[in-house]
């Protein structure tokens, strides 16, 4: 929760009905970033706990922060016990299971972490889960149908469904238990610890370790070709992953790899049926499902911002000097509507000629699981498309309801009617 914004020009004129600031970030957040683009200085918020930190809203800007290894990600004294700022609670399990993984990680560490799985997410491998994916579309589809009610919440019936049953398959996970995966990583993804969702996030957390505890067992009685087993069989070599660290990875595999895709799949599907022309576009030519993925990444990518840098030392930016600590966001959804880069940004467009955009991030931490992103994207909607000749919005729903979060931009429902 952002609880002050200060340094902030624009944001001095947001009426209260836009508070809270975090409704600024997710319920109509293109006009605002825009401003802020526009400004010659960095905006700074302070985020609960009295932690400033700059936003980047620039396409430039962000490519180089990302790529620039003064901004880390664990800060210098987080690890020094006799720091003023260690706290001991870092210590529990559940804080290190969402702290001992790659993306919260810095080199040396990080390109340790990151090649161990690296393999596994390797394009030319993820293209064997191709007849699997379409498999999982279809039967899900069937279930749709056979309702026989012309009516479906796509985000319920559809896009959660689909990632899950892709990551646990990949990852080695047994059947039972899975729809309680997508419960624990929803929660999860509240990333901020608060007083009203701790106790919540300590049973998912809790939840989500007994069930991986099982899974570890099983997995090492009987061992398997997924992720998992090659995981367990990378604790024993010399990489030494350690056990902390194998409930971190895989914790973090399933929470970046579940939402993030629901939400891609959910914001496309939406965004194309308020496109009728590109839309129909699509239908006439199947092929273009591979650009329209890349446009609805840039136009309507599921994550809004990077997760958090820190700055290492004080750095001059953008007309500002950042102190040694302060926190960086780099907000990816406002550089992919940078005017500079991209031709009529606002405009959803799936013929678009130049679309390097940065949906998935940038530099050592860019997403490793863009290609399994891409591919079930592409499928999803493909399949989706083939099945329902006329697909359309609900017209009995005025209202769709976007989920208030910082860091996920979704739709906790999308009904559609065929
Ligand atoms: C990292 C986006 C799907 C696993 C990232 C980052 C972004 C991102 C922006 C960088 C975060 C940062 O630098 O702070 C997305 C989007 C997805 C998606 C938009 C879907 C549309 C997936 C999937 C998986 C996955 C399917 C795995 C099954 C990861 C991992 C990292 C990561 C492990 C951390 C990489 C590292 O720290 O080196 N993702 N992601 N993501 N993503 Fe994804």
Redesign the pocket.
């Known amino acids: 929760t952002v609880s002050k914004i200060s340094k902030c020009p624009v944001i001095a004129d947001l009426r209260p009905e836009d508070e809270p600031y975090s409704k600024v970030f997710t319920t109509n957040p293109a006009n605002f970033f825009e401003q802020l683009r526009q400004q010659e200085n960095l905006c700074q918020i302070t985020m609960e706990g009295n932690f400033p930190v700059w936003l980047i809203t620039k396409f430039d800007d962000a490519q180089q922060v ?1 790529k620039d290894p003064r901004f880390t990600k664990v800060p210098a004294d987080a690890r020094d016990r006799t720091s003023p700022t260690y706290d001991p609670e870092n210590e529990a399990p559940i804080y290190r299971m969402t702290e001992e993984n ?2 919260s990680r810095d080199a040396p560490e ?1 390109s340790r972490l ?1 090649s161990l799985v690296q393999s596994a ?1 390797a394009p030319r491998y993820i293209q064997g889960f191709r007849a699997r994916i379409q498999q999982v579309a279809d039967e899900l589809l069937d279930k749709i149908q056979a309702k026989g009610t012309g009516q479906m919440d796509f985000v319920e019936e559809y896009a959660y469904p689909l ?1 899950i049953v892709v ?1 646990a398959e ?1 990852l080695g996970l047994p059947h039972h238990d899975r729809e309680k995966l997508r419960i624990w990583s929803e929660v999860m993804m509240e990333l901020r610890i608060t007083d009203s969702n701790r106790q919540a996030l300590e049973d998912a957390s809790i939840g989500l370790r007994n069930y991986l505890k099982e899974v570890f067992v099983l997995r090492r009685e009987q061992p398997g070709d997924d992720l998992v087993t090659a995981l367990l069989e990378a604790r024993n070599g010399t990489d030494k992953l350690s056990e902390e660290e194998l409930y971190a990875m895989v914790f ?2 399933i929470v ?2 579940h939402e ?2 629901a939400h ?1 799949l959910g914001n496309s599907m939406y965004t194309l049926l308020a496109n009728p022309d590109q839309l129909a576009m699509l239908r006439n030519d199947p092929a273009l499902i591979v650009p329209a993925v890349d446009e609805m ?1 840039r136009h309507s ?3 809004l911002t ?2 958090m840098r820190r700055a290492s030392t004080d750095i001059v930016w953008g007309g500002v000097t950042m102190k040694e600590g302060d926190g960086v966001l780099v907000v ?1 959804s406002s550089a992919n509507m940078d005017a500079t880069k991209f031709t009529d940004p606002q405009v959803f467009d799936i013929k678009r000629e130049y679309n390097k955009h940065i ?3 940038f ?8 290609s ?2 891409r591919l ?2 592409e499928i999803a909607i493909a399949a989706m498309l083939q099945r329902f000749p006329d697909l359309q919005f609900d017209p009995a729903v005025d209202v769709l309801e976007w989920r208030n979060n910082m860091l996920i931009r979704g739709l906790r429902k999308l009904p559609l009617v065929f």
Do not use: D, K, N
Not at 363 to 370: D, L, M, N, S
């Open positions: 990302l790659m993306l990080h990151r997410f990632p990551l990949l973090l595999l970046a790899g993030t895709t891609l990444l990518g599921p994550v990077s997760t990816l949906a998935f991030g530099g050592a931490h860019f997403c490793i699981g863009a399994l992103a079930e994207a």
